[in-house]
């Protein structure tokens, strides 16, 4: 092998050893700033989850918190209604500590029929 010949195929292995180095630093950064995203993400989630009421139609009588008020909702009032003070409070609607007709009135106001 010529001595010049020997000089360039080494300059050549530098140069591809130089950029598989570069590649793999560039890989090894997107694989690292990627999950650094995911897990930003799931402790946003995590953060943000605990905040969110999720009863935001109770007052307007969703009994058992499905965001609409049907007449699922009126059943629960019924059953709580009958339970008199043993009752969960979930149909008081107007949060007095009572399950009685104020609440049902509430209920009936905003039930779409
Ligand atoms: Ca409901
Ligand atoms: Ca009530």
Request: positive net charge; charged residues 25%; proline residues 3%.
């Amino acid at each position: 092998m010529h001595p010049n010949k020997f000089l360039i195929s080494n300059k050549k292995i530098i140069i591809t050893v130089g950029l598989l180095v570069g590649i793999i630093i560039v890989v090894i950064f997107n694989i690292y700033s990627l999950s650094k995203t995911t897990i930003s993400n799931k402790s946003r989630a995590s953060e943000i989850s605990p905040t969110i009421n999720p009863c935001l139609q109770k007052e307007k009588g969703d009994a058992n918190c499905d965001n609409f008020i049907t007449t699922t909702d009126r059943d629960i009032w019924r059953e709580e209604y009958k339970q008199g003070k043993t009752a969960q409070l979930r149909a008081d609607f107007n949060k007095d500590s009572l399950v009685n007709y104020d609440d049902y009135r509430v209920w009936f106001a905003n039930w779409k029929k």
